[in-house]
């Protein structure tokens, strides 16, 4: 069995020296154990913050995981079945099954398992409950988001088409902007070579913004917040263009904006929603097969190329969801 360690904190961007590819003999499953072996394994943006926060060095770097069962001593997972799970950055896990969700019932064989990490998995759901739940976004409003080729960004949109909405988005490569069109966002500018993000922000709509998906953080956040619409809500979902900074930004922060146009701001995370998941991941699949959820990927291939897949994201390598496929 192969697995990727944090050899060492970040420090800025993360560098191939800080981490370490181990092999280790595996023991064979107890009672109530699995044998695994990884599939498609999640590279995603909050590993970042969360290696800081949470890990130590000499830790298995951290991830889900679309696995198959190989061995089984645990009935509820049986030899051939496919789970997802949080077994970091490993080829094999031996595990009891507790962190193991079995892949949704009636999965369609010619779609691929990948995107239970992606557009039918965390980030299509970190989209559903940021548009519903927090923004509660209505028809006929106007929703801004940033990173809007990314794997989370990319279902905002079409969700928000879906429900009516007329969507702008931004997005750092003209090829981008160019796949945004495609999923058919109203309106997509390069946030890299736009000039003014005032000016592309009130170009892409004059009336200002109802809705906003922040993704980013940073310079762009308090550029947008100036843009809302009077009692606009915004959804704090990440914060990627800070989270290889070595000291905190400390602003400035829009607050007279807040104040005078009476902004709401609500920072979330998609396990609130924990029990809506079964019935939300169903909803998302349906939208799929019936064509108005398109889902697109970034495969790297090869466990190998683990620590290149994830720094590649926080390059913004990749359109759609970035995964290994082992
Ligand atoms: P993406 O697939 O969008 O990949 C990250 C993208 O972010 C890159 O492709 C890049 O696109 C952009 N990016 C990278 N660095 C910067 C930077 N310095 N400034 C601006 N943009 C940058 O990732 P996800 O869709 O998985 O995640 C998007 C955001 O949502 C992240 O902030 C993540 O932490 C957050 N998130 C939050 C969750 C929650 O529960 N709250 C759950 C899942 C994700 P570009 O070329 O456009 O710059």
């Known amino acids: 069995a192969k697995t990727w360690i944090l050899a060492k904190h970040f420090d800025g ?8 590819l181990k092999v280790e003999e595996l023991p064979a499953p107890r009672d109530g154990e699995v044998l695994l072996e990884a599939l498609f394994l999640s590279v995603d943006p909050y590993m970042r913050p969360y290696s800081k926060l949470r890990m130590s060095e ?36 031996v595990c009891d099954g507790k962190d193991l969700v079995p892949i949704m019932p009636g999965w369609p064989q010619d779609v691929s398992l990948s995107l239970a990490l992606g557009a039918i998995g965390m980030p299509g759901l970190t989209a559903l409950y940021g548009i519903e739940e927090v923004l509660g976004l209505q028809k006929g409003e106007t929703l801004l988001v940033n990173a809007a080729a990314g794997a989370v960004g990319s279902v905002v949109g079409q969700l928000a088409k879906i429900k009516g909405c007329k969507v702008v988005g931004s997005a750092g490569s003209d090829t981008k902007v160019a796949f945004l069109k495609e999923l058919g966002f109203d309106e997509a500018f390069n946030y890299k070579t736009v000039g003014s993000l005032e000016e592309a922000l009130k170009k892409a709509s004059p009336d200002g913004y109802d809705c906003f998906f922040e993704n980013v953080g940073g310079p762009f956040s308090s550029v947008a917040i100036q843009q809302m619409k009077n009692f ?3 959804a704090v979902c990440g914060s990627i263009s800070t989270y290889n900074d070595t000291t905190p930004q400390t602003g400035p922060f829009p607050q007279l904006t807040m104040i005078l146009k009476q902004l709401k701001m609500e920072g979330f995370m998609q396990s609130r929603w924990e029990h809506k998941h079964p019935e939300s991941l169903k909803r998302l699949m349906g939208w799929f097969k019936e064509g108005k959820l398109q889902c697109r990927e970034h495969i790297t291939r090869g466990f190998e190329k683990m620590p290149a897949a994830f720094m590649g994201i926080l390059q913004g390598e990749n359109i759609g969801k970035a995964v290994v496929a082992a």
Do not use: L, Y
Request: aromatic share 8%; charged share 20%.
């Open 13 to 20: 961007f993360p560098k191939d020296s800080d981490f370490e």
């Open 58 to 93: 000499g830790d298995v770097m951290i991830g889900s995981q679309v696995a198959k069962v190989i061995q089984s001593k645990n009935p509820a997972f049986p030899v051939g079945s496919h789970v997802v799970g949080q077994c970091g950055w490993r080829s094999h896990t």
């Open 232 to 234: 606009g809500r915004i």
